[in-house]
């Protein structure tokens, strides 16, 4: 019998990922998207675009064909 309790690596290697899409180039920088269920941290200097980007990833998680999702935007900077 198996347990919910206990994972085998091999049914997490198997298990199929949504990734969302952000576009081409970001995609690329990303190897290939965001990982559903994700957590991130985005920093750099200020101007860069990191609120663009993180807002944009909430935007793309929260459109129909991605199921709706929730999305929690945190700014910890101001």
Known sequence: MKSDICIDAKDIMDKKLDIFSLGPKLDIALS???PSGSWGIISGL???GKSSAA?????QAQKKEFGSRKCYYFDVEH
């Open 55 to 59: 807002l944009q990833i909430c935007a």
């Open 32 to 34: 290939g998207g965001i």
């Open 46 to 48: 200020p101007g860069v």
